[in-house]
């Protein structure tokens, strides 16, 4: 794999974790004016709908292929990992939503090796020790509160995201030549009809369509709903998972400070150290992984 290749997947990377880590800011700011539900509920099929107008005008292939793999990613991508982290910033508070949420890496590292044949090697296995101590630094497991509910859903949101990475990249393995739009808007749709049901279901008071939550809506739907998830599946693509997972995870770290600059959520001591030790850990995997395969054949590799 060519080196221009890998930076560009870094690239993609780096700006994906900018859009997640502010958009825990918005997603907190946004469910004061509706329901997890409700707001999930438009999140996921307002952007399907536009990912459906971009393909449209591009004119990329638009046919569902893949109806069981696409449907398992649906459940997994949008109704788990979209679906649970909502809910959870309704109970808790942003920080600690975003780190348990960015469990996700670990569940990869675990379920890759058997799955894909990904093995952690050499250094990489510093950089794992680097963010679990860092993880559990920002956790802080030895005083959990009366937010044990809402760290619940955001781990079990991490878990749906990780698993959600491995059928991607085994359907990648299996169809390669599948559009990346395509793959990223039909598991979208199909994953926000239950979420849509759900927030027709249960009670909710009405909507408060303040300016302030219309530009919440509009942030999630474009840039963290499509751009995020198209630039997330590219990278995935041209990266080991766990690689590509464990990078991500600068994220939470922009979330818990700009939870702290914006909603005075100030983190402990603990938490800003764990900072550290997962941007070291960002760091080990970028180095290690641009040097791995700029040892490739580039004939090898994938444009």
Not at 63 to 80: N, R, S, V
Not at 224 to 248: E, H, K, N, T
Not at 282 to 288: Q, Y
Request: hydrophobic share 60%; glycine share 6%.
């Amino acid at each position: 794999m060519q080196k221009n290749t890998i930076i560009k997947a870094f690239t993609a990377l780096f700006i994906l974790t900018l859009i997640w880590g502010y958009n825990w800011v918005v997603m907190k700011l946004a469910v004061q004016y509706a329901s997890p539900f409700q707001f999930a509920a438009m999140r996921t099929f307002l952007g399907a709908i536009v990912l459906f107008v971009l393909i449209f005008l591009t004119k990329r292939p638009l046919a569902l292929k893949e109806f069981p793999t696409m449907l398992a990613l649906g459940l997994l991508q949008t109704c788990g990992f979209t679906g649970l982290l909502i809910w959870a910033l309704v109970e808790g508070g942003v920080g600690k939503t975003a780190v348990l949420t960015y469990t996700m890496p670990f569940w990869v590292m675990l379920l890759a090796w058997p799955m894909l044949g990904e093995k952690v090697q050499g250094w990489q296995w510093l950089a794992v020790l680097f963010a679990l101590f860092g993880m559990l630094l920002i956790f802080d497991p030895l005083h959990i509160k009366s937010d044990g509910f809402s760290m619940f859903l955001a781990v079990c949101s991490g878990i749906s995201w990780a698993i959600s990475a491995i059928v991607s990249k085994r359907l990648h393995q299996r169809a390669p030549h599948l559009d990346l739009l395509n793959l990223t808007a039909w598991p979208m749709l199909l994953g926000s009809i239950p979420i849509i049901i759900i927030a027709l279901l249960v009670p909710a008071p009405p909507i408060q369509w303040t300016s302030a939550f219309v530009l919440a809506v509009l942030f999630n739907v474009i840039l963290s709903g499509c751009m995020a998830w198209v630039l997330w599946l590219y990278a995935l693509q041209r990266l080991q998972a766990g690689v590509a997972s464990m990078a991500s995870m600068l994220a939470p770290v922009i979330g818990v400070l700009a939870a702290w600059l914006q909603l005075n959520e100030l983190p402990t001591a603990n938490e800003l150290v764990g900072m550290v030790f997962v941007a070291l850990s960002l760091l080990i995997i970028s180095i290690i992984s641009i040097r791995k395969h700029t040892q490739i054949d580039p004939a090898q590799g994938q444009e």
